[in-house]
């Protein structure tokens, strides 16, 4: 009897032992497989990935700055240029930022018939510009609950820290953007430093609000491209023609050599008289 049992129990024993192993060796993975999907996830992932880079200062500041310019540059009158030969002095306007209105002025001048030289030993007259500053100002109004900060949450050695924020609820939002330019210029004969002309100093704004009710948001601003579009410079660009925004369109003839030292269409301006030894 006793052999009996163990017999039947170590028969038992060595099933289960089978039946287990048995078990085990279905339940893996061919290697194959593995390697496929490996590479399949590794694929997938690559057609996925892209780089986007900001620039440091978005369209609407750009705009902002640059339609302001443009408003303050337009009341801008150099008709008592017209014919002469200037310099344009940017001494008081250094900034890199204030490029925009530097060529915005020297069109201005182009527009109205001055000619404009290449050097300041070169003109007759020097236009010396200035602007007061060139800037945004902004506003903001919340109705409802702001974001409120809970804390920065550790990262990695040597990167820094993530702030987590609350959720913004905003019932009614509002954020407005003034961009404002002044510019004005002085010109005077470069070989006596009398005065000929001054103009300004001019203002000029652009705006942009952002406005939030219970979820539906609107627009409104003078700047692209939220600004509605104008039906006559709509039609004038199919048509094939740039607007021009200042001055006369109709392009001039430099003059000759010859006639620039008494240009035909130059304004009556009185020269300075001759300086007494």
């Known amino acids: 009897?006793?052999?009996?049992?163990?017999?039947?129990?170590?028969?038992?024993?060595?099933?289960?032992?089978?039946?287990g192993t048995h078990y085990q060796t279905r339940s893996k993975p061919p290697l194959a497989?593995?390697?496929?999907?490996g590479v399949v996830v590794w694929a997938l992932s690559g057609c996925t990935t892209s780089r986007t880079t900001d620039p440091p200062k978005t369209a609407t500041e750009?705009?902002?700055?640059?339609?302001?310019?443009?408003?303050?540059?337009?009341?801008?009158?150099?008709?008592?240029?017209?014919?002469?030969?200037?310099?344009?002095?940017?001494?008081?306007?250094?900034?890199?930022?204030?490029?925009?209105?530097?060529?915005?002025?020297?069109?201005?001048?182009l527009h109205g018939g001055a000619r404009v030289a290449a050097t300041r030993e070169s003109a007759e007259i020097i236009v010396e510009m200035r602007t007061p500053g060139v800037g945004i100002d902004?506003?903001?109004l919340l109705v409802g609950i702001p974001g409120i900060p809970l804390g920065a949450v550790a990262s990695a050695a040597g990167v820094p820290g993530t702030t987590l924020t609350t959720p913004e609820l905003a019932l009614v939002k509002n954020l407005t953007q003034w961009g404002t330019a002044g510019v004005a210029y002085v010109a005077y004969w470069r070989e006596t430093g009398e005065l000929v002309t001054s103009s300004g100093p001019h203002i000029g704004r652009s705006y942009r609000e952002d406005w939030t009710f219970f979820g539906y948001s609107r627009t409104l601003s003078n700047i692209p491209p939220t600004r509605?579009?104008?039906?006559?410079?709509?039609?004038?660009?199919?048509?094939?023609?740039?607007?021009?925004?200042?001055?006369?369109a109709t392009p001039r003839e430099p003059a000759s050599p010859v006639d620039a030292a008494v240009p035909v269409d130059a304004a009556p301006l009185v020269h300075p008289p001759e300086p007494t030894p």
């Open 33 to 37: 497989a593995m390697l496929l999907l």
């Open 62 to 109: 750009l705009y902002l700055l640059s339609i302001a310019i443009d408003n303050a540059v337009k009341p801008l009158s150099g008709e008592k240029l017209r014919g002469r030969l200037v310099f344009l002095d940017r001494t008081l306007a250094p900034d890199k930022d204030q490029d925009y209105m530097v060529g915005a002025v020297r069109s201005k001048l």
């Open 1 to 19: 009897m006793i052999p009996l049992g163990t017999n039947a129990a170590t028969k038992s024993d060595s099933m289960a032992i089978s039946i």
């Open 138 to 140: 902004r506003t903001e």
């Open 228 to 248: 509605a579009p104008d039906v006559d410079e709509e039609m004038r660009l199919e048509e094939g023609f740039e607007a021009q925004p200042t001055g006369d």
